[in-house]
């Protein structure tokens, strides 16, 4: 498997066969007979390593936990990149907290881009309002203006929360790891600059006290820690600068890896992040952004200032 691409195909048609039977099976619940199916597919095609992750899906599923470990170690061997998300899936199997990789997220949102906004639309998405709502706020008490001279939008997406503060920002650039996700806010019009790249090594490259604002709209529930981040973000903003951010939380400590493979962050958790980094919390309060399964998500709406 070439490293950072998705290959949709084995290469023998008898093994995309079964393979295709096999993840009907599984999303109707019948998880063994799909493992059995898969066992013999990687038989055949044992280089093929999305056969490997769906057997491990399938013997997780089973109740099968020492053979799914097997099946997510076989991926990361034939894809040390870790385009699937094999690091992800071994983690929750030992109830444990990883980083994703970035070739992940990258092949996740590059295949997502062109139903992105819909998927949301969906979800009952409100990301961009509810960050809006929160940098107004805190200006209000700040008794500053809402309005800044140079933005940087991590994690831009399609450039969702961007539109809805253009008008507030002077200068906006956008960093996204998707190249598809960067074309279609490249169409917005509404960026003075994009960059296709990971967060963290985007904020390494600038300099310091460049930017008055830093935001995000869930993008943070990518990251497991969110230290690093945070100590560029303070970096890069000139003091009197704002960070605005939305992120998944929980009711437990630290940061727990959900179900949904995304990260929650608590926030006793967040606060002391974000005071370890140097920056000071204006706004932490509890809100959700989008559902799953009709259900709301819990989430937190992070305000926090560059004092000195």
Not at 2 to 9: D, E, F, N, P, T
Not at 24 to 45: C, H, P, S, Y
Not at 59 to 78: C, I, S
Not at 183 to 211: C, Q, S, T
Request: with cysteine; aromatic share 6%; proline share 5%.
């Amino acid at each position: 498997m070439a490293s950072g691409r998705l290959i949709l195909s084995s290469g023998d048609p008898t093994v995309d066969r079964r393979i295709d039977w096999a993840r009907a099976l599984l999303e109707e619940g019948n998880a063994a007979d799909a493992a059995e199916l898969l066992t013999e597919a990687v038989a055949r095609a044992g280089q093929y390593a999305p056969g490997w992750f769906l057997l491990g899906e399938a013997r997780e599923a089973a109740g099968d936990t020492p053979g799914a470990r097997v099946a997510f170690e076989e991926v990361l061997a034939l894809d040390p990149a870790d385009t699937l998300g094999a690091t992800l899936r071994l983690a929750r199997l030992e109830g444990e907290v990883a980083g994703m990789s970035p070739a992940y997220v990258r092949v996740l949102f590059d295949q997502y881009a062109d139903r992105f906004e819909a998927a949301l639309a969906r979800l009952d998405y409100r990301g961009p309002e509810v960050i809006d709502a929160a940098l107004a706020d805190a200006c209000a008490r700040l008794r500053r203006p809402y309005a800044f001279a140079h933005g940087l939008d991590l994690g831009c997406g399609t450039g969702l929360v961007g539109a809805r503060l253009v008008d507030r920002i002077g200068m906006m650039e956008g960093v996204d790891l998707s190249p598809n996700m960067v074309a279609h806010a490249r169409r917005r019009g509404i960026y003075d600059a994009l960059v296709a790249g990971e967060m963290v090594a985007f904020l390494r490259g600038r300099p310091a006290r460049e930017v008055d604002l830093v935001f995000a709209g869930d993008a943070f529930c990518y990251l497991d820690d969110l230290g690093p981040i945070l100590t560029e973000t303070r970096r890069v903003l000139e003091p009197g600068g704002l960070l605005a951010f939305t992120t998944e939380t929980h009711d437990g400590e630290d940061v727990l890896l959900r179900a949904t493979l995304r990260f929650a962050h608590a926030r006793d958790y967040v606060r002391a992040t974000l005071i370890a980094a140097g920056l000071t919390p204006l706004t932490l309060d509890p809100v959700s952004v989008r559902k799953e399964k009709d259900q709301p998500v819990a989430g937190l709406v992070v305000v926090a200032l560059r004092e000195g």
